[in-house]
């Protein structure tokens, strides 16, 4: 009964309204592209040549688009390769009239898959050469093989035309995006740990330092924005176009990893101060962190708006005599540099 409550409960989230939207929102773009040159492919290659059922066209549009953002081009390579080996192979079992029978297919998909890996031993074209194998041997001699080719052909002109011309991502825009929400939670833990200091709470502190593990893990986000962004840059023709901007907004972005590691950090030291010694105020450090969690938010909130977000507005964080907390000092300081680092690179 809890297996099938479990599952049941599972089922019930999947069907979640704010969840299937954003599904379908994320989704949407995909499918938009697929489905528009797919189309395109399979009227050219019916149209023009006069092929009936011109399934590799279609199909040939549909996985070039499918793959990864800068990843398109290969896919296309893959495709065409494992159709040539396909197509050889189930031409052959035609010639040879050996039927289609499981112990005529068994060796002919091995056969087709052999000689893909030996060209291109990655996973879709030994996918791709199965299926054309059971497609030529199921459709039989109604198409040459020359029309299977230029089916493909077709098919990875669309494809490529629709991944490196006209749906080609923005690489500035697959970098910047993570960066708002990374710099909203990082805010969010310096804002718990201020208070934690406040009201003298280590569970507080405790909070502060989820939160700011939590925005170090969306790092990693980033992290494959950036290498998808310049993976982009080298593949597609909008990318190329917009290498010199890419570069200039990249560079800054080490200062947002600098930022998060010394925000984990102080809230990692908040927790331990408060853990050994669990006495409210700590003097001018709440203040402090606050004024760095504001710096923070405006930086979020603004980054194609300057006009609230003045380098001067936080203050430095001197280290005073007699301060007994040198390692926060040292990463609160991190943390500030950082942000004004931050704040000048902002475009104007």
């Known amino acids: 009964m809890s297996r099938r409550g479990?599952?049941?409960?599972?089922?019930?989230?999947?069907?979640?309204?704010?969840?299937v939207r954003?599904?379908?929102?994320?989704?949407?773009?995909?499918?938009?592209?697929?489905?528009?040159?797919?189309?395109?492919?399979?009227?050219?290659?019916?149209?023009?040549?006069?092929?009936?059922?011109?399934?590799?066209?279609?199909?040939?549009?549909?996985?070039?688009?499918?793959?990864?953002?800068?990843?398109?081009?290969?896919?296309?390579?893959?495709?065409?390769?494992?159709?040539?080996?396909?197509?050889?192979?189930?031409?052959?079992v035609q010639a040879l009239d050996l039927g289609i029978g499981f112990l005529v297919m068994v060796p002919a998909l091995a056969l087709a898959m052999s000689i893909a890996a030996l060209v291109d031993p990655r996973p879709l074209t030994y996918v791709q050469s199965g299926t054309a194998v059971l497609?030529?041997?199921?459709?039989?001699?109604?198409?040459?093989?020359?029309?299977?080719?230029?089916d493909v052909a077709v098919g990875g002109a669309l494809g490529l035309l629709g991944s490196q011309v006209l749906f080609s991502p923005d690489p500035v825009k697959l970098v910047a995006?993570?960066?708002?929400?990374?710099?909203?939670?990082?805010?969010?833990?310096?804002?718990?740990?201020?208070?934690?200091?406040?009201?003298?709470?280590?569970?507080?502190?405790?909070?502060?330092?989820?939160?700011a593990r939590h925005a170090n893990a969306r790092?990693?986000?980033?992290?494959?924005?950036?290498?998808?962004?310049?993976?982009?840059t080298g593949r597609t023709v909008r990318g190329r176009r917009r290498a010199a901007r890419l570069h200039r907004a990249d560079r800054p972005l080490d200062d947002v990893h600098v930022l998060v590691a010394a925000a984990l950090l102080l809230c990692d030291d908040v927790h331990?101060?408060?853990?050994?010694?669990?006495?409210?105020g700590a003097g001018p450090?709440?203040?402090?962190?606050?004024?760095?969690?504001?710096?923070?938010?405006?930086?979020?909130?603004?980054?194609t708006d300057r006009s609230g977000s003045r380098p001067g507005s936080t203050a430095p964080v001197p280290s005073?005599?007699?301060?007994?907390?040198?390692?926060?000092?040292?990463?609160?300081?991190?943390?500030?540099?950082?942000l004004h680092r931050l704040r000048a690179a902002a475009p104007p």
Not at 47 to 58: C, V
Not at 219 to 232: I, M
């Open 272 to 280: 331990g101060q408060l853990t050994s010694r669990p006495t409210a």
């Open 135 to 150: 497609i030529v041997t199921a459709l039989g001699p109604a198409r040459s093989p020359a029309g299977y080719l230029l």
């Open 219 to 232: 790092l990693g986000r980033l992290t494959e924005a950036r290498v998808e962004a310049h993976r982009v």
């Open 22 to 92: 954003h599904r379908i929102r994320m989704a949407l773009p995909v499918i938009g592209q697929c489905a528009l040159m797919a189309g395109a492919a399979w009227w050219i290659a019916a149209t023009l040549f006069g092929h009936q059922a011109p399934i590799f066209a279609a199909t040939g549009s549909l996985i070039c688009l499918s793959a990864g953002m800068g990843g398109r081009g290969r896919q296309a390579v893959d495709l065409f390769v494992g159709v040539l080996a396909g197509v050889a192979v189930g031409e052959g």
């Open 177 to 211: 995006a993570p960066v708002p929400e990374i710099l909203r939670d990082t805010a969010l833990a310096l804002r718990t740990a201020a208070e934690a200091l406040r009201r003298g709470g280590p569970g507080l502190a405790a909070t502060a330092c989820e939160q």
């Open 320 to 338: 005073g005599p007699g301060d007994d907390r040198p390692l926060i000092e040292v990463h609160l300081r991190d943390a500030t540099a950082a």
């Open 6 to 19: 479990a599952g049941l409960r599972s089922a019930a989230r999947s069907v979640v309204p704010a969840l």
């Open 285 to 303: 450090l709440p203040d402090r962190l606050t004024e760095l969690a504001d710096g923070l938010a405006e930086l979020s909130a603004a980054t």
